[in-house]
């Protein structure tokens, strides 16, 4: 399984899920709908969700403890409406990483000093391929990274989620 | 070696180990409120015709947009109604409901080595029971509610031991926000946090859920008290038979913990947040003479009936400040009608606040007090993310009682001022 995609860079740490998806579009009965409202109020200097770069992208890079705060599984539902399929990050707040492993997205963590290389070359480096088989991330301008996943998060990842895994085991 | 109590709960309840470092556990209660159970409700009608592993287990509320404000809040509530129905699940509706992690101990759902999963990452509150209580994303609350079964990675243990006598004007917010400063809001990412020592001995259990309650806001997956007779006696109020629960919920003695650590508080000041996360906090000197525009007393953190008793006795029988507006929303319809019966409300009334009905409303800039971009507000709620309260709003989280102070003066204020 390779993902080889383009990739966003979000240099601000403990991004928490308020900033992902504002509480005000909480109010639907569904899932959909929530894609135009990504990062709506992210105040952040150069970041502009119509920005070319960041609609492309469906890798997204981040900093620190990645979607703190609110358990709002609409964060990871914005991000899909948007095609992300990974964020990479030195660390993730425990139940956004498991909403994203249980939806079939992969949550990947570096360490803070990878993360700095990849933050350093944000210029050069437009594309990585995310390989889950190899555990590796290997970029266009020749950095590779190596990760490892917890096991059950690999299986919800290759499995598509966790809905259907529980129904068809428990 | 001895055991935590979370690995006792956790070796209770392991019905499977799917894979290396994870568990599945079978759950006690899942808590269901109207802004993160639709999309799961209706999942499992779509998909796996309808079921609830067991209704008895299900306790569904209204409580984050209390009552409905527009069309789609009030269909929220309606595809709630419409479930409860069909299943004959406990339901607490507008009128006698309340933020649910203020609600469910207060109505007699929780008790001691309990599991409880809610799609709101505050669940740790009732941790303050000597259960296991974590936030959970609606994924994996649809399957809680579809086959009763929840995942977590085996937990990391922290004990954090709380000695010393705290200060008068000092509570278990200023503890908890002092000791996420501590932590930083990552320190207990993937750890379930067990908090002893005297000064958790000697709080009552409405002290307890405010620490446990914030746990989450260090990254802790739960923060959990050992039941006492504290816990006995509020458990008793709701005519729970809880004693032998007391001694099995309890850590051996010779438990290890990946994590021990000791904080002596006796010195410890009120506590007041600045900046855009929780752990960014200063004593209450520190941040005195700060401006603020609006003062909101309530939440799942700060809005049980003592929390309101503590403010009302700040500000009995004065006026808060011109340049200011205070609004209180007691967490539940049971703390509402107590604090009618108890004079709090006229109290507050009086005072020049609005006194609301239970919501989790402007905690999360939903509704009942939302900023304007430059206001500021003295909040007794959790986070203080950039724009939580309302976009461009700055929020600073203190005490209740260092809240009330403040409102007093229209400036953050040392309640130790104003006795």
């Given at each position: ?170 | ?242 004693e032998s629960l007391i001694w099995d919920w309890q850590p051996d003695s010779d438990a290890q913990y990946d994590k021990d650590l000791l904080f002596n508080l006796s010195l410890l000041e009120p506590q007041v947040t600045f900046g855009s ?143």
């Amino acid at each position: 399984m390779k993902i080889q995609e383009k990739v966003y860079f979000l240099d601000r740490a403990n991004i928490d899920t308020d900033q992902i998806i504002p509480a005000k579009y909480l109010t639907g009965i569904s899932i959909s709908g929530l894609g135009p409202h990504l990062f709506e109020d992210l105040d952040m200097p150069g970041f502009s969700q119509s920005n070319q770069d960041f609609q492309e992208a469906t890798i997204l890079i981040a900093q620190e403890n990645f979607g703190c705060g609110s358990s709002r599984e609409h964060a990871v539902w914005a991000l899909e409406a948007n095609d992300f399929k990974v964020v990479i990050a030195p660390s993730f707040a425990r139940i956004f990483r498991q909403n994203m492993f249980n939806r079939g997205l992969l949550a990947i963590e570096i360490s803070q000093s990878e993360i700095d290389q990849m933050f350093n070359a944000a210029g050069r480096m437009v594309n990585c391929e995310v390989d889950l088989n190899e555990k590796q991330i290997k970029c266009n301008n020749g950095l590779i990274f190596r990760f490892s996943l917890d096991e059950f998060a690999e299986r919800l990842v290759r499995e598509d989620g966790l809905v259907g895994f529980v129904a068809k085991n428990y | 070696m001895g055991k935590t109590l979370v690995q006792k709960i956790f070796d209770g309840h392991i019905i499977d180990r799917p894979s290396a470092g994870t568990v599945a556990l079978e759950v006690d209660l899942v808590m269901c409120h109207e802004i993160t159970t639709p999309p799961a409700i209706l999942d499992i009608q779509n998909k796996w015709g309808d079921e609830v592993f067991n209704p008895n287990k299900i306790v569904a509320l209204i409580d984050h947009v209390n009552p409905a404000k527009d069309s789609a809040t009030a269909l929220q509530g309606k595809v709630m109604r419409d479930w409860v129905r069909r299943h004959d699940i406990k339901f607490y509706d507008v009128g006698s409901n309340g933020v649910c992690h203020a609600l469910l101990p207060e109505q007699g759902h929780v008790l001691p080595g309990m599991t409880i999963v809610c799609g709101d990452s505050h669940t740790c509150t009732h941790g303050a029971f000597g259960a296991f209580a974590a936030g959970i994303g609606t994924t994996d609350l649809e399957a809680a509610i579809l086959k009763g079964v929840v995942f977590f990675r085996e937990p990391k243990t922290m004990r954090i031991q709380l000695d010393g006598k705290l200060s008068e004007n000092v509570y278990a917010k200023d503890v908890i926000l002092y000791l996420i400063s501590q932590l930083g809001v990552k320190g207990a990412t993937d750890y379930v946090i067990e908090f002893c020592g005297p000064i958790i001995e000697n709080m009552d259990m409405e002290s307890r859920m405010t620490i446990c309650n914030m746990s989450v806001e260090a990254g802790a997956t739960s923060g959990l008290c050992y039941p006492d007779g504290q816990t006995l006696e509020y458990c008793r109020q709701r005519n729970l038979e809880i004693e032998s629960l007391i001694w099995d919920w309890q850590p051996d003695s010779d438990a290890q913990y990946d994590k021990d650590l000791l904080f002596n508080l006796s010195l410890l000041e009120p506590q007041v947040t600045f900046g855009s996360n929780p752990s960014q906090v200063k004593s209450v000197t520190e941040m005195a003479g700060t401006k603020v525009d609006q003062v909101y007393l309530g939440s799942c953190t700060n809005g049980r009936i003592t929390d309101l008793r503590i403010a009302a006795k700040i500000l009995e029988g004065k006026h808060i400040a011109k340049s200011v507006r205070m609004i209180v929303s007691p967490a539940t319809t049971q703390v509402q009608i107590q604090a009618i019966q108890e004079g709090l409300a006229e109290i507050f009334i009086q005072a020049g606040a609005c006194f609301t009905n239970p919501t989790c409303g402007a905690c999360l800039g939903m509704s009942s007090g939302v900023l304007a971009k430059g206001e500021v507000c003295a909040s007794t709620t959790n986070r203080n993310f950039p724009g939580r309260m309302g976009k461009g709003g700055t929020v600073h989280l203190m005490s209740p009682d260092t809240a009330a102070a403040t409102a007093l003066r229209g400036f953050i204020t040392d309640p130790r001022e104003v006795i």
